[in-house]
């Protein structure tokens, strides 16, 4: 099975400051990867799938890269609403798997 | 305007068997997935297993394979998550989410069921 880790586990950060989360999956996935952001009490909302391509209704500060084991999610100017916990989740084979996730605060 | 609505919060001792719902609504059940995902209190999200719109095909996580089931009933649009008998490290929070079939990523999530069991 696919082990998925990400780093950092959290993060402070400010506003308007650029975040990047890396996620790391121990095969290739062939950027079958997604990212989560979920918020507390929330359930959890798709940002980007397949590495790079943005949900629709996402901000555009949002983006993904990545190709391979190793992908990233970049924030590129965080607003006061991005604080949260970001998750990878990789869809390449069952059985799928999240990252045990990134909590980014103040 | 899609929609996951699941069954409301259930508080069971351990032992007790429980099936949840995830009735959905607003596209072609017939064209995507339906997953779930457990949530330990304060913990991560863990995927549990998917299902096929038909039912015909169902494929669990390794934490979860024997120890839950999934079925969909295909003329009400709604899945479930089942337990026979559970246990108190079952206490979690329980979302379904929407997934495609070729690619596959969760768009559309319910609003999670909590499900508390306790002697």
């Known amino acids: 099975d696919i082990q998925m880790t990400q780093s950092p586990s959290s993060l402070s950060a400010s506003i308007g400051d650029r975040v990047t989360i890396t996620c790391r999956a121990s095969?290739?996935?062939?950027?079958?990867l997604n990212w989560y952001q979920q918020k507390p009490g929330k359930a959890p909302r798709l940002l980007i799938y397949a590495a790079s391509t943005v949900q629709s209704g996402v901000p555009s500060r949002f983006s993904g890269s990545g190709s391979g084991t190793d992908y990233t999610l970049t924030i590129s100017s965080l607003q006061p609403e991005d604080f949260a916990t970001y998750y990878c989740?990789?869809?390449?084979?069952?059985?799928?798997?999240f990252g045990p996730g990134t909590k980014v605060e103040i | 305007e899609v929609q996951l609505v699941q069954s409301g919060a259930e508080m069971k001792n351990p032992g007790e068997s429980l099936k949840i719902s995830c009735k959905t609504s607003?596209?072609?059940?017939?064209?995507?997935?339906i997953g779930w995902v457990r949530q330990m209190p304060g913990k991560g999200l863990e995927w549990m297993g998917i299902?096929?719109?038909?039912?015909?095909?169902?494929r669990y996580g390794p934490s979860f394979d024997g120890q839950v089931t999934i079925s969909v009933d295909k003329s009400v649009n709604t899945a479930y998550l089942q337990w026979s008998s559970l246990k108190a490290s079952d206490t979690a929070m329980y979302y379904c989410a929407r997934s495609g079939d070729f690619i596959r990523y969760f768009d559309f999530w319910g609003q999670g069921t909590l499900v508390t069991v306790s002697s």
């Open positions: 095969q290739n996935i062939r950027s079958y």
């Open positions: 989740h990789h869809s390449s084979t069952t059985p799928e798997a």
């Open positions: 299902i096929s719109p038909p039912g015909s095909d169902a």
């Open positions: 607003g596209y072609i059940f017939s064209n995507y997935w």
